[in-house]
């Protein structure tokens, strides 16, 4: 009985040693792991800071040749492409109808004239007949009445006389309007340029109403062409006029150039996102882009060239806090400890440089301008060139398979082999 207790209170401590040690095991205190930092090396380089948009190309000036009278198109002179000088007849409309309205009407007019000087004779007439009647009643040989209708007489006739002249003046002006008319039927260029679009056809009848017909779309000039792009409001603040433009067109693989030229004011709001119209003028001496085409911009806002360049991912990058090491003086880091504990300016920001792929330190520096890939940094760049910005964090397993892939030295001496030789080779060279 007693070997049977002593064996069980043996069974006890044996097992509660097991729990100890694993729970010992379990629980004991661990260093803690290293943390590992991605890094890439600074270098110099040059860097543009653009705006992308797209726009549409269109002539830097387009008329529209339009009709202002009624009638059917007897012959057209111009096509699509056609180039076309200032004053050539480029249309016919039926001139029948307005050759008989400007007929009528200076007919009309030669009535109205031979009216009023029918009644300018009768005028003159009456006036002789007033004074013959006056000297007769002024020696009491005609009656008062009949002095009374003489003088009615000639004021009816000088009232019928401005109506003469103002039907004449009536006619005048039909006649202009029915010489105008006539003068409408053959279509003229207003400029010199290239026909781009046409939109009638021999025989066709336009109609003319409150707004003009048009009749064709002329382009003065191809040689130079504008590209109206739609940029939006957290953008036209970086735009100014005379900027460098490079774009392309699906058309062609090559780039071509223009600047800004104008930045209208009238917005316009698509999906609540607000848009200025911003115009850029390219040279075209080929004619190779067209009106219409789709340009993809590149609006050069600031460039900088030969300058240190960090990725953008190391301006953004902060360590955790347990990993921030306060600095001593380094020969990357020019400020002291005291300094390092002192606010950054708005124009400072710290940079991370790491020293091994666990240690890093920070470093101060001002940033320019980015391109959404790399910043050029201002100050403190020239310190930093060739050494290794962090860039983010990576596991323990990522850190190692990065050693293992880093090239090895070729003029680094190799360590002896185990048979004392380099290289590891058989004693006594091969056989």
């Known amino acids: 009985m007693l070997k049977k207790i002593l064996k069980f209170v043996l069974f006890c401590l044996v097992l509660g040693g097991i729990w100890y040690g694993v729970h010992w095991y379990r629980t004991r205190p661990r260093p803690a792991e290293p943390t590992y930092y991605r890094s ?7 860097l543009t800071q653009e ?11 387009e ?5 202002q009278v009624t009638g059917k198109i007897i012959s057209l002179s111009a096509d699509y492409n056609s180039r076309i000088v200032k004053d050539q007849v480029i249309a016919l409309i039926d001139p029948d109808t307005y050759e008989s309205a400007l007929a009528s ?3 009309q007019l030669k009535n109205n004239e031979a009216s009023r000087e029918r009644t300018q004779a009768q005028l003159t007439l009456a ?3 007033l004074e013959r009647l006056k000297k007769l009643f002024a020696k009491e040989m005609a009656t008062e009445s009949e002095l009374d209708n003489a003088q009615a007489s000639y004021d009816e006739l000088v009232a019928t006389l401005k109506s003469n002249e103002a039907s004449i003046e009536q006619s005048q002006a039909s006649v202009r309007t029915a010489e105008k008319n006539l003068a409408d039927c053959t279509i003229t260029s207003p400029v010199t340029g290239i026909v781009i679009d046409r939109s009638v056809e021999e025989g066709q009848t336009v109609v003319s109403s409150m707004n003009a017909t048009g009749l064709f779309n002329v382009a003065t000039e191809l040689t130079r062409v504008q590209v109206e792009a739609a940029i939006p409001e957290a953008d036209v603040g970086s735009i100014r006029l005379g900027q460098r433009v490079v774009f392309t067109v699906d058309a062609y693989k090559e780039k071509f150039q223009g600047k800004v030229t104008q930045i209208r004011l009238a917005s316009e709001t698509t999906s609540n996102v607000v848009t200025y119209p911003v115009i850029i003028e390219a040279e075209n001496p080929e004619e190779k882009l067209f009106p219409g085409m789709t340009a993809n911009l590149s609006i050069i806002v600031e460039e900088a060239q030969d300058v240190v360049l960090v990725p953008n991912a190391a301006t953004r990058f902060t360590p955790p806090e347990e990993a921030q090491p306060t600095p001593p003086p380094h020969e990357g880091n020019p400020r002291s400890p005291h300094e390092a504990a002192r606010p950054l300016d708005e124009q400072e920001k710290l940079l991370w440089l790491a020293d091994s792929p666990t240690q890093i330190h920070p470093v101060p520096v001002e940033l320019g301008i980015t391109d959404g890939v790399n910043t050029v940094v201002v100050q403190g760049g020239e310190a930093l060139v060739g050494k290794k910005v962090v860039v983010g964090k990576m596991s323990a397993a990522a850190a190692k398979q990065a050693a293992s892939e880093q090239p090895s030295n070729p003029f680094m001496p190799k360590p002896p082999s185990r048979n004392g030789r380099p290289g590891g080779g058989p004693p006594g060279g091969p056989r």
């Open 40 to 46: 890439q090396v600074v270098q110099r380089g040059s």
């Open 51 to 61: 705006v992308t948009a797209t726009g549409t190309i269109a002539p830097i000036k």
């Open 63 to 67: 008329v529209s040749v339009t009709t």
């Open 105 to 107: 009407a200076r007919a």
């Open 127 to 129: 006036g002789k007949e």
